[in-house]
C-alpha cells in the first residue's frame, strides 16, 4: 500500500519502481506508467502519466533526477506522484487541472546514474554511457539537449561533469524524453525538478539573450516561489538561468521553449551548501511540500492560460 | 566503492575579476579532481567545490595566494555519506 511507504526516506530504484507500480494499481482509473524507452545500461525509463481521459490533452511534463546525485530530486518527485493522485477528487484545483490537461511525471529520469549513486560514488551525476577513446564515462545530460548544443558552460572532456556528449541527444536517455514530447506534440509546460541552490530558472542558459516570454514567465515563476516560500520561508530566486547561474548550453528547458513550450521551467532545491546533495532524510516532506505549491502555482497557471 | 574520507566543500566568495579569473585556473586544473557544485563564477552568488583531501591543501594555497576569499561548508564528506547510509539502513528496518 502506499500509506505504508516510508516518503521521508530515500529508496533505491528498485524501491521507487516498485512504488510507482502500487501507486498504479491504486489508482487505475487515473494513473498509467508510460514506458518511455530503456536506459544506456538497459533499465526501464517509466514516466507516471496523470489523465482523467480525453485523446491527446494538453500536458504538463515534469521530470526529476536528471542528475543522478540530486536525490532530494527523486524522493520529492515520488512524494509529489503520491499527492497528485491522493489530491484528485479532493483538491478542486487538482481535480480542476486533470479535468482539462494530463500531467506526466518521471521520477527518475537517470536510472543508469541514480544505481550508480547507490553503489559505487554517490557523488555520480552523469549518465553511464561509454566513449570510445577514452576511460571515462557518462554525459550531463543536461548538456546534451539541441539548443546551443557544445556551446559555453559545457564541457568537451569526457572526463568533466559538464560533458556535453558526442552530439545533441547522443544519450539515450534525453532522446527517450525528446521522443515523447515530439510524438506528443502537445505539451504546454516543461518542468525539470534538480538541486541544490534553491533556484527557479527559465530559458535561457545557451546565451544571455532575453526570451520573448520573459516578462511573463518572470512573473509566474515569482508568484511560484512567493507561494513556495509561504510554507517554511525557504529562500529562493528566480530568473533565467544564463542570469542567475551561469551560461549552459544544451539544457532542456532550452530546448523545450525553442520547440514551442512556453512554460519551461528549472527548480533547483535545497539546499545551500550545508549538504549539498547528502541533505538529511528528515528533510524530503519539507523539501516536497513547499515545491508542491510552488509546482501546483505553475501548473495552475498553465491550465488558465491557453495558448 | 568510492570513499570520500577528507574531502571538503570549500565556499568559494568571488569578489573581483582577479578572483574569477583565478577560480578559471582553478577549473583548468583537471588533476586536482575538483568538483564544482554551483558553476559559474560572478560576485553575485557563492561557488561550492568539492575538493578530495590529496588536493586540499594545494587548493587552499593557491586561493590564499590569491586573496580569494573562502570557508569550509563541509569538513568531511564521508562523515555525511556515513550518516545517511546509517539512515538508510534504519529506515529500511522501520519499513520492514
Given amino acids: 500500500s502506499t500509506k505504508s511507504f516510508n516518503f521521508a526516506a530515500y529508496h533505491d530504484l528498485e524501491t521507487i519502481y516498485s512504488f510507482m507500480d502500487t501507486l498504479v494499481a491504486s489508482h487505475p482509473n487515473l494513473i ?7 536506459s544506456y545500461e538497459n533499465r526501464p525509463m517509466y514516466a507516471l502519466k496523470f489523465s482523467t481521459g480525453g485523446v491527446n490533452r494538453p500536458a504538463i511534463w515534469v521530470d ?25 477528487g479532493v483538491d478542486p484545483s487538482v481535480t480542476s487541472l486533470l479535468g482539462q490537461m494530463d500531467i506526466y511525471l ?18 555520480w551525476r552523469k549518465t553511464r554511457s561509454v566513449k570510445s577513446g577514452s576511460s571515462c564515462r557518462g554525459v550531463d545530460p543536461n548538456r546534451n539537449w539541441d539548443a546551443g548544443f557544445g556551446g559555453p558552460g559545457a564541457s568537451k572532456d569526457p572526463c568533466s561533469d559538464s560533458y556535453h556528449g558526442p552530439y545533441a541527444h547522443s544519450e539515450v536517455e534525453v532522446k527517450n524524453v525528446v521522443d515523447l514530447i515530439m510524438g506528443h506534440g502537445n505539451f504546454k509546460s516543461f518542468i525539470s525538478v534538480h538541486s541544490y541552490s534553491q533556484l527557479l530558472m527559465y530559458p535561457y542558459g545557451y546565451t544571455c539573450t532575453d526570451i520573448p516570454d520573459m516578462s511573463e514567465l518572470h512573473s509566474v515563476g515569482t508568484a511560484a516561489i512567493k507561494e513556495l516560500t509561504s510554507l517554511y520561508n525557504t529562500r529562493y530566486q528566480v530568473g533565467s538561468i544564463c542570469k542567475i547561474i551561469y551560461q549552459a548550453s544544451g539544457g532542456s528547458i532550452d530546448w523545450t521553449y525553442d520547440i514551442g513550450i512556453k512554460y519551461s521551467f528549472a527548480f533547483e532545491l535545497r539546499d545551500t551548501g ?30 488558465n492560460h491557453p495558448y | 566503492k568510492e570513499l570520500f574520507n577528507g574531502d571538503q566543500v570549500l565556499r568559494i566568495h568571488v569578489e573581483s575579476e582577479d578572483h574569477i579569473q583565478a577560480l578559471k585556473e582553478l577549473e583548468e586544473d583537471v588533476d586536482s579532481g575538483l ?41 568531511n564528506v564521508q562523515e555525511l555519506l556515513d550518516r545517511e547510509k546509517s539512515e538508510m539502513v534504519s529506515n529500511a528496518k522501520m519499513e520492514r
Fill in chain 1, 32 to 38: 498509467t506508467k508510460v514506458h518511455i524507452g530503456n
Fill in chain 1, 64 to 88: 526529476a533526477g536528471i542528475h543522478s546525485r540530486e536525490w532530494v530530486t527523486q524522493a520529492s518527485a515520488v512524494w509529489i506522484a503520491n499527492k497528485i493522485a491522493s489530491n484528485y
Fill in chain 1, 106 to 123: 518521471m521520477i527518475v529520469t537517470n536510472p543508469d546514474g541514480y544505481v550508480f549513486t547507490h553503489t559505487n560514488n554517490r557523488m
Fill in chain 1, 274 to 303: 550545508f549538504y549539498g546533495f547528502l541533505l538529511p532524510a528528515n528533510q524530503i516532506i519539507p523539501t516536497a511540500e513547499e515545491t508542491w505549491l510552488g509546482l501546483k502555482y505553475i501548473m495552475e497557471y498553465v491550465r
Fill in chain 2, 35 to 75: 568538483d564544482f557544485w554551483t558553476h559559474g563564477f560572478s560576485t553575485e552568488r557563492p561557488i561550492d567545490i568539492r575538493v578530495p583531501h590529496s588536493s586540499l591543501s594545494a587548493v587552499k594555497d593557491f586561493l590564499k595566494k590569491n586573496n580569494v576569499p573562502f570557508n569550509v561548508m563541509i569538513n
